[in-house]
T-cell receptor, first 117, second 112 residues
Framework: KAGVTQTPRYLIKTRGQQVTLSCSPI?????VSWYQQTPGQGLQFLFE???????NKGNFPGRFSGRQFSNSRSEMNVSTLELGDSALYLC????????????????FGPGTRLTVL | DQQVKQNSPSLSVQEGRISILNCDYT??????FLWYKKYPAEGPTFLIS???IKDKNEDGRFTVFLNKSAKHLSLHIVPSQPGDSAVYFC???????????WGAGTKLIIKP
């Protein structure tokens, strides 16, 4: 099985611009989660999509939005970029289903490194 | 308010010795805990997990211990190898909630 792919891998933008990041999950996986990673802060959960619906949302401002398509591919959009948005954005794919309390692990892509100047 | 804390930003261990990475949590509703490993320029990869109904889980050189009364878990790597040098993240989830809560990570350096 092909792994999780994210495009682009690197991106440089200026303040005020907007950006769209893309994530293609593992074939058959219906859940896609997005995370922001900054040094010393671990992974901060942005949101999770399952079957084209946002199922969970973290504590990020409305400038951060996402969507999921019928083929499970997901996009994340950040509008009006700020310097503090510079981070590694990670996408994780999972079957998204729990059975008898079993957690299905998330598989991560390599991330998109966003730099805001 | 950080619900999952990894208080050591980095840890240096001699090759062949035991590495012990620690994680503390505050939410008593967490029912499942995971450890992920991350190399530079790659996404995190799943390492080992433990359910709250257990106090120990082993997988080869990796063992995770859970002390619910202390709200503490630890990852033991024995023996440590150079390829274990990476950032290790502890993560936890609440019952019936799919979202993972992550620690800040601990950078493990294995010295030859």
């Amino acid at each position: 099985k092909a792994g999780v792919t994210q495009t682009p891998r690197y991106l440089i933008k200026t303040r005020g611009q907007q950006v769209t990041l893309s994530c293609s999950p593992i074939s058959g996986h219906r859940s896609v989660s997005w995370y922001q990673q900054t040094p010393g802060q671990g992974l901060q959960f942005l949101f999770e999509y399952f079957s084209e619906t946002q199922r969970n949302k973290g504590n990020f401002p409305g400038r951060f939005s996402g969507r999921q398509f019928s083929n499970s591919r997901s996009e994340m959009n950040v509008s009006t970029l700020e310097l503090g948005d510079s981070a590694l954005y990670l996408c994780a794919s999972s079957s998204g289903l729990t059975s008898g309390g079993i957690y299905n692990e998330q598989f991560f892509g390599p991330g998109t490194r966003l730099t805001v100047l | 308010d950080q619900q999952v804390k990894q208080n050591s930003p980095s840890l240096s261990v001699q090759e062949g010795r035991i590495s012990i990475l620690n994680c503390d949590y505050t939410n008593s509703m967490f029912d499942y805990f995971l450890w992920y490993k991350k190399y530079p320029a790659e996404g995190p990869t799943f390492l080992i997990s433990i359910s709250s109904i257990k106090d120990k889980n082993e997988d080869g050189r990796f063992t995770v211990f859970l002390n619910k009364s202390a709200k503490h878990l630890s990852l033991h790597i024995v023996p440590s190898q150079p390829g274990d040098s990476a950032v290790y993240f502890c993560a936890a989830k609440e019952d019936s909630n799919y979202q993972l809560i992550w620690g800040a990570g601990t950078k493990l350096i294995i010295k030859p």
